[in-house]
């Protein structure tokens, strides 16, 4: 019943409308991709709106690449002058005000769909379904289309179920109740050679040239905490790879990856613990230099870096995450000696 009532005030706030601007955040992962898609073709069965989706940044990853290719390129570079339309807005996987999408000040969302951690700003929109506790987007969007009763094609069931699975690493970090049941739900609607052909795209030398450097670049302080120094990237997302990879690591329980692109210092974090999440410690070494937000296995977080110097920036942040989680660590080297 819960989703039925929330399917009805969605339906209630885009009554008469004809078109629908659908943005997910910056540098869109396979979580906002699918999730943008999933809303785009809601709307579209159920109420007849033209929705486009647009974003700012760019598609780094080679895995997200040939997810947007199999889905047949449905994201568009965002045109700024879009917001001098008043186009009604929907943010999926964001929200307003956290830094991470294009929406500005002046500029209010008419939906906001999301799972991260809950931002005052979403009260003042239309609609707003913010869940922290489910593990990707991708799920509350499976909801919905379950709750209308309409088919699932099987490039939206794909999607979407890579979108859970990287989110949740196979139900393996943060996933819920709600999460597994959406897994479970779209797995056998899954197009399995695509899926395949998604998760093994092929990755250009420089990858292999960053990954290198990423390892070489990583310090562990004390067995449980690496922080890994990306300097200059290739693309925005790499340091939320690299995390993910790090957090492999025998015996760690933290991971702080850092690293430029182009005029912003992009931090994410992992973590194991039960007591320090990942959010806690993106939100307490960025502070007011930026925005950050996340869960309590994984956060991430950008400054601005304007005038400031990058490597001075980049030695504070690690002095803050040292402080916050105890910093009598010491340095046991590098990861790579």
């Given at each position: 019943?819960?989703?039925?009532?929330?399917?009805?005030?969605?339906?209630?706030?885009?009554?008469?409308?004809?078109?629908?601007?659908?943005?997910?955040?910056?540098?869109?992962d396979?979580?906002?991709?699918?999730?943008?898609?999933?809303?785009?073709?809601?709307?579209?069965?159920?109420?007849?709106i033209?929705?486009?989706?647009?974003?700012?940044?760019?598609?780094?990853?080679?895995?997200n690449?040939?997810?947007?290719?199999?889905?047949?390129?449905?994201?568009?570079?965002?045109?700024?002058?879009?917001?001098?339309?008043?186009?009604?807005?929907?943010?999926?996987?964001?929200?307003?005000?956290?830094?991470?999408?294009?929406?500005?000040?002046?500029?209010?969302?008419?939906?906001?769909?999301?799972?991260?951690?809950?931002?005052?700003?979403?009260g003042?929109?239309?609609?707003?379904?913010v869940?922290?506790?489910?593990?990707?987007?991708?799920?509350?969007?499976?909801?919905?289309?379950?709750?209308?009763?309409?088919?699932f094609?099987?490039?939206?069931?794909?999607?979407?179920?890579?979108?859970?699975?990287?989110?949740?690493?196979?139900?393996g970090?943060?996933?819920?109740?709600?999460?597994?049941?959406?897994y479970?739900?779209?797995?056998?609607?899954?197009?399995?050679?695509?899926?395949?052909?998604?998760?093994?795209?092929?990755?250009?030398?420089?990858?292999?040239?960053?990954?290198?450097?990423?390892?070489?670049?990583?310090?562990?302080?004390?067995?449980d905490?690496?922080i890994?120094?990306?300097?200059v990237?290739?693309?925005?997302?790499?340091?939320?790879e690299?995390?993910?990879?790090?957090?492999?690591?025998?015996?760690?329980?933290?991971?702080?990856?850092?690293?430029?692109?182009?005029?912003?210092l992009?931090?994410?974090?992992?973590?194991?613990?039960?007591?320090?999440g990942?959010?806690?410690?993106?939100?307490?070494?960025?502070?007011?230099?930026?925005?950050?937000?996340?869960?309590?296995?994984?956060?991430?977080?950008?400054?601005?870096?304007?005038?400031?110097?990058?490597?001075?920036?980049?030695?504070?942040?690690?002095?803050?995450?040292?402080?916050?989680?105890?910093?009598?660590?010491?340095?046991?080297?590098?990861?790579?000696?």
């Open positions: 019943m819960e989703m039925k009532n929330r399917l009805k005030k969605i339906f209630e706030v885009l009554d008469g409308l004809t078109e629908l601007l659908i943005l997910p955040h910056n540098d869109p396979p979580d906002a991709i699918a999730s943008a898609v999933a809303l785009q073709y809601l709307v579209r069965e159920k109420l007849g033209r929705a486009r989706i647009a974003y700012r940044g760019i598609i780094g990853r080679s895995e690449k040939a997810l947007v290719r199999y889905l047949e390129y449905p994201l568009e570079k965002l045109d700024p002058k879009e917001f001098d339309r008043h186009i009604p807005i929907a943010l999926v996987d964001t929200q307003p005000g956290v830094g991470n999408n294009p929406l500005k000040d002046k500029n209010s969302a008419t939906i906001v769909i999301d799972h991260h951690t809950y931002r005052e700003t979403s003042e929109v239309g609609f707003a379904d869940r922290p506790e489910i593990g990707a987007t991708a799920t509350i969007l499976t909801e919905y289309i379950q709750a209308t009763g309409l088919d094609p099987g490039y939206l069931s794909t999607a979407l179920f890579y979108g859970i699975k990287t989110d949740t690493m196979g139900l970090r943060g996933a819920s109740a709600e999460d597994v049941a959406a479970l739900f779209l797995q056998p609607r899954v197009d399995v050679e695509a899926l395949s052909q998604i998760e093994r795209a092929q990755v250009p030398k420089s990858y292999f040239k960053s990954l290198t450097s990423a390892l070489q670049a990583t310090k562990v302080y004390d067995q905490l690496v890994s120094n990306l300097g990237m290739q693309y925005p997302d790499l340091g939320a690299i995390g993910d990879l790090l957090l492999r690591l025998q015996g760690v329980v933290w991971v702080i990856c850092l690293g430029i692109y182009k005029e912003d992009i931090l994410s974090v992992r973590s194991r613990s039960r007591q320090v990942a959010g806690d410690i993106a939100r307490r070494v960025i502070g007011n230099l930026g925005t950050a937000g996340g869960h309590g296995t994984m956060a991430g977080g950008q400054i601005r870096i304007r005038k400031l110097d990058p490597d001075q920036l980049t030695d504070q942040i690690i002095r803050e995450a040292l402080e916050y989680l105890k910093g009598d660590r010491s340095l046991t080297g590098k990861l790579l000696t």
